[in-house]
C-alpha cells in the first residue's frame, strides 16, 4: 500500500469540519467558562465537547489508537507518546481568543507512528482555512499548494510568538526581554495571534517570517509541525537542536539562517516535558 495512512487522514479531515462546524456554532451562543490552573488558563465547555467529539469518533473505526488530547491530559489521562499510531488533539487552540470571539481559533490535530508525525491538520474555523499535510507529499490551505517565504534576513522578517502569565518573575523578565531583544535587531514587528496552530501555518503560508515559543505542549505543536516541514520551513528546539515534540518549545522558521539567528538571541528558561511530571 503506497499511503497505508490515507484513510486515517481522510477520516480526520470529516471529523474535524465536523468539529470546526461545532466551534463556529457556539460562537453564536453563550459561552461557559471554567478555569484550569490558573485565572489565564481557561477550558469551556466547547472544549470538552469537541474533544469528546473528535476522539469518541476515530475510537470507533481504529480502536486500537492512542489519544493525547489537551482536556483529557487536564482531566489526569497520561501524556506519553509510544510507538503506536497515536492522534494528538487541540480541540480549541486558542481558547482565550474563543472566549473573547477573537478571530484566530483553531482545531489542530497531528497524527504520529513511531513516535513520527505522518500527517496534520489545522482548521482554522473562524477563516474557514483548513491547513492539511502529509509526509512525503506537500502542505496545503484549502487544497492549494503552500509555502514558507524563503526570507532570509531577519531584518526584514515578521516574527510571532505568544506571551502570557508566568507564575515564576524570572521567567516573566526573561519572556519580556526576549521580546526586547528580538524587536531591536531589529526586524519588522512582532505578533501574538493566539493560536500556536494558527501560528505555524502563517509561516508554513508565508505570511510571517518566523515563530518561537516556549511553554506550549504537544498537542499546540503536533498538527502544525508536519505543515511547516512539507512547506519548506525550518522546524527545531530552541537550544537550536532537533525539534522534539514533547519538549514545551519550539523555534520555525522560513530558513535555516533566521531560524539560527533566533536560536543565538533567544534565552531559555525551564517549562518541564510533555512526557515527564513536573
Not at 65 to 71: A, T
Not at 108 to 114: D, E, L, N, Q
Not at 234 to 253: C, E, K, Q, T, Y
Amino acid at each position: 500500500m503506497a499511503d497505508p495512512w490515507k484513510e486515517c487522514m481522510d477520516h480526520c479531515l470529516e471529523v474535524t469540519k465536523q468539529a470546526g462546524k461545532m466551534i463556529r456554532d457556539a460562537l453564536q451562543k453563550d459561552i461557559a467558562i471554567m478555569q484550569k490552573s490558573s485565572p489565564v488558563d481557561l477550558v469551556t465547555e466547547t472544549d470538552l465537547k469537541v474533544e469528546q467529539l473528535i476522539i469518541s469518533s476515530i475510537r470507533k473505526k481504529y480502536t486500537t489508537h492512542s489519544f493525547i488530547g489537551e482536556e483529557s491530559v487536564a482531566a489526569g489521562a497520561p501524556s506519553i507518546l509510544t510507538d503506536n499510531p497515536t492522534w494528538i488533539i487541540d480541540p480549541i487552540d486558542g481558547t482565550t481568543n474563543f472566549v473573547h470571539r477573537f478571530p484566530f481559533v483553531s482545531v489542530s490535530i497531528g497524527f504520529a507512528v513511531k513516535k513520527e508525525i505522518e500527517f496534520g491538520i489545522v482548521y482554522s474555523c473562524q477563516e474557514d482555512k483548513l491547513y492539511t499535510a502529509r509526509k512525503g507529499n506537500g502542505a496545503f490551505c484549502n487544497g492549494e499548494p503552500i509555502k514558507v517565504s524563503g526570507q532570509e534576513d531577519i531584518t526584514k522578517s515578521l516574527v510571532l510568538t505568544e506571551m502570557g502569565l508566568k507564575k515564576d518573575p524570572e521567567h516573566f523578565k526573561t519572556m519580556m526581554s526576549n521580546i526586547e531583544t528580538i524587536l531591536t535587531i531589529p526586524v519588522h514587528g512582532i505578533r501574538s495571534p493566539g493560536s500556536a496552530a494558527v501560528n505555524m501555518c502563517l509561516v508554513a503560508c508565508g505570511a510571517a517570517d518566523a515563530y518561537y515559543h516556549m511553554g506550549i505542549h504537544c498537542w499546540d505543536m503536533a498538527g502544525g509541525a508536519v505543515i511547516v516541514k512539507e512547506a519548506g520551513g525550518v522546524i527545531m528546539d530552541i537550544s537550536g537542536g532537533p525539534f522534539d515534540l514533547m519538549s514545551r518549545r519550539l523555534i520555525i522558521a522560513s530558513s535555516r539562517t533566521i531560524a539560527d539567528h533566533l536560536t543565538q538571541v533567544i534565552k531559555e528558561f525551564p517549562v518541564g516535558r510533555d512526557d515527564s511530571e513536573g
